[in-house]
Nanobody, 130 residues
C-alpha cells in the first residue's frame, strides 16, 4: 500500500522561503512519478512540480510561471521509498494554498494531468502574508 507523508507547510511573510517534503513508501519507486499540486480557495487545483523516478537518475518539472522561485528535487532511498522536495523561495501572497503531494506508478500523460495520480496526500497548508 503506497503511503504519502507530507510536511513543511507553514505561515511566512512575503519574500520568505519554505521547503515542502513528501515521502512515499510501500511501493517500487522505479518508473513512478511524484508531484506537488496546490489549490487556493475558489480556484482549481494546479500542478506545481513533479519528479519522474526512472531509476538512479530523475527528471524534474516545474510549472513555467513558478520557475526561478520554485525548485523540485527527489531522493530515492532504496527501491521502496522516495522523498520529493519542493523548495519555494521569494514567496508571494498568491502562493497561499493547500499543497498536495501525489504519486502514480503508471505514468500515462504529461505530469500536470492530475487524473493519472492514484495516490494523494492529506495536504499541507502554505500561507504567505504581505
Amino acid at each position: 500500500q503506497l503511503q504519502l507523508v507530507e510536511s513543511g507547510g507553514d505561515s511566512v511573510q512575503s519574500g520568505g522561503s519554505l521547503t515542502l517534503s513528501c515521502t512515499a513508501s510501500g511501493y517500487t519507486v522505479r518508473h513512478s512519478m511524484m508531484a506537488w499540486f496546490r489549490q487556493a480557495p475558489g480556484k482549481d487545483r494546479e500542478g506545481v512540480a513533479a519528479v519522474l523516478l526512472p531509476g538512479t537518475r530523475y527528471t524534474t518539472y516545474v510549472i513555467e510561471h513558478l520557475q526561478g522561485r520554485f525548485r523540485a528535487s527527489a531522493l530515492a532511498q532504496g527501491d521502496t521509498r522516495a522523498t520529493m522536495y519542493l523548495q519555494m523561495d521569494n514567496l508571494e501572497p498568491d502562493d497561499t494554498a493547500m499543497y498536495y503531494c501525489a504519486a502514480t506508478t503508471s505514468v500515462r500523460t504529461i505530469w500536470t494531468d492530475r487524473s493519472q495520480y492514484t495516490y494523494w496526500g492529506q495536504g499541507t497548508q502554505v500561507t504567505v502574508s504581505s
